[in-house]
């Protein structure tokens, strides 16, 4: 368990004390079995599917599948409508996005909401949930490793904020009865998960081998997956890459990241715009969450989509240097 919850967000004090997780080993247990053990074995039996040469098109074809709808889940629907109202949807893909957003096991909705707006608020600086310069509680992290270590993977057994009825911060979601009632209902979607793949599974190859294969290959090792890429975004755009553009953190980009990562690797293109709906803002960056909200848009899915930043917007936040910096990794940190 965590602290008493407090009344507001405002007050830092009590909401880092309340963010303090308190469970025992048990609970740790289980989270780390969810967050780590059960989808690295489902990885081992994928990779041992494949030295053994009995990866088939369709498994391929699934995994890529759920790959796809995970990334639309998270960066257009968790990330860039739930947590900043990039755009505007009709209410059937707003659900869609809700639902696939849950199946991403990355905790409940308004929690992932509340937790991304927080790290907005005080991205690399205390009250930060996955800095790798600095602890909730604003300890310095000086050590490069432990920083990855703390930001990749370690937060999630130390500390997650409070979702707190009515307050500001999240009360436009909280308003909705659509989300309301998935958010309540997070396990149903988490193990739906894992039950769409497997049946999928099993009517593909007609047996309950085929149902496991479709569990490891749509489920457990696409998990796996999906969580150490957003937990890249999360550790590494923060210490390595390029930083175009002014923003009050540590954020950078990584070119690479950001083609295979739905755009999520343009770090701090996102930190210096955090509402624009695209990523890729310069010449050469290809976001493909943002062609699928353009694609949503065509085909009458989504309603309107906030103004871009405008070429005057970015050349007043340009850092001078910005276009003489390679994109991608290697770079190190600049201040």
Request: aromatic share 14%.
């Given at each position: 368990?965590?602290?008493?919850t407090?009344?507001?967000?405002?007050?830092?004090?009590?909401?880092?004390e309340?963010?303090?997780?308190?469970?025992?080993?048990?609970?740790?247990?289980?989270?780390?079995?969810?967050?780590?053990?059960?989808?690295?074995?489902?990885?081992?039996?994928?990779?041992?599917?494949?030295?053994?040469?009995?990866?088939?098109?369709?498994?391929?074809?699934?995994?890529?599948?759920?790959?796809?709808?995970?990334?639309?889940?998270?960066?257009?629907?968790?990330?860039?409508?739930?947590?900043?109202?990039?755009?505007?949807?009709?209410?059937?893909?707003?659900?869609?996005?809700?639902?696939?957003?849950?199946?991403?096991?990355?905790?409940?909705?308004?929690?992932?909401?509340?937790?991304?707006?927080?790290h907005?608020?005080?991205?690399d600086?205390?009250?930060?949930?996955?800095?790798?310069?600095?602890?909730?509680?604003?300890?310095?992290?000086?050590?490069?490793?432990?920083?990855w270590?703390?930001?990749?993977?370690?937060?999630?057994?130390?500390?997650?904020?409070?979702?707190?009825?009515?307050?500001?911060?999240?009360?436009?979601?909280?308003?909705?009865?659509?989300?309301?009632?998935?958010?309540?209902?997070?396990?149903?979607?988490?193990?739906?998960?894992?039950?769409?793949?497997?049946?999928?599974?099993?009517?593909?190859?007609?047996?309950v081998?085929?149902?496991?294969?479709?569990?490891?290959?749509?489920?457990?090792?696409?998990?796996?997956?999906?969580?150490?890429?957003?937990?890249?975004?999360?550790?590494?755009?923060?210490?390595?890459?390029?930083?175009?553009?002014?923003?009050?953190?540590?954020?950078?980009?990584?070119?690479i990241?950001?083609?295979?990562?739905f755009g999520?690797?343009?770090?701090?293109?996102?930190?210096?715009f955090?509402?624009?709906?695209?990523?890729?803002?310069?010449?050469?960056?290809?976001d493909?969450?943002?062609?699928?909200?353009?694609?949503?848009?065509?085909?009458?899915?989504?309603?309107?989509i906030?103004?871009?930043?405008?070429?005057?917007?970015?050349?007043?936040?340009?850092?001078?240097?910005?276009?003489?910096?390679?994109?991608?990794?290697?770079?190190?940190?600049?201040?």
């Amino acid at each position: 368990m965590a602290g008493e919850t407090p009344s507001t967000y405002a007050d830092q004090a009590p909401l880092i004390e309340a963010s303090r997780f308190r469970y025992g080993p048990l609970w740790h247990l289980q989270d780390f079995g969810k967050n780590f053990a059960a989808p690295f074995v489902g990885f081992l039996l994928m990779l041992l599917d494949i030295v053994q040469g009995r990866a088939g098109g369709f498994d391929w074809a699934l995994l890529g599948l759920f790959i796809v709808l995970s990334g639309i889940g998270l960066t257009v629907g968790l990330h860039r409508l739930f947590s900043h109202g990039a755009f505007v949807p009709t209410r059937g893909f707003k659900i869609a996005l809700a639902v696939l957003g849950s199946m991403v096991w990355q905790r409940p909705l308004f929690l992932w909401v509340v937790r991304h707006r927080l790290h907005h608020a005080h991205t690399d600086r205390r009250g930060d949930y996955h800095s790798p310069h600095v602890t909730n509680d604003g300890q310095r992290i000086r050590n490069r490793f432990l920083g990855w270590l703390h930001a990749h993977y370690v937060w999630l057994h130390r500390y997650d904020p409070p979702v707190i009825e009515g307050a500001p911060l999240i009360r436009d979601l909280q308003q909705d009865p659509d989300l309301r009632w998935i958010d309540a209902n997070y396990y149903l979607f988490f193990w739906l998960s894992l039950a769409v793949p497997a049946a999928m599974g099993l009517a593909w190859y007609g047996s309950v081998e085929g149902a496991f294969r479709g569990m490891v290959w749509g489920g457990l090792a696409r998990i796996f997956l999906f969580f150490h890429l957003t937990w890249t975004i999360n550790s590494v755009t923060h210490m390595l890459g390029r930083k175009a553009y002014l923003s009050r953190d540590e954020s950078r980009n990584i070119g690479i990241l950001g083609w295979v990562f739905f755009g999520e690797g343009y770090h701090n293109n996102h930190h210096a715009f955090p509402a624009s709906a695209c990523l890729s803002l310069d010449r050469g960056q290809f976001d493909i969450g943002w062609q699928i909200i353009r694609l949503a848009k065509a085909i009458g899915l989504v309603r309107s989509i906030r103004p871009l930043p405008s070429e005057r917007q970015k050349a007043m936040k340009r850092l001078p240097d910005a276009q003489k910096l390679p994109d991608g990794l290697g770079e190190g940190a600049r201040d």
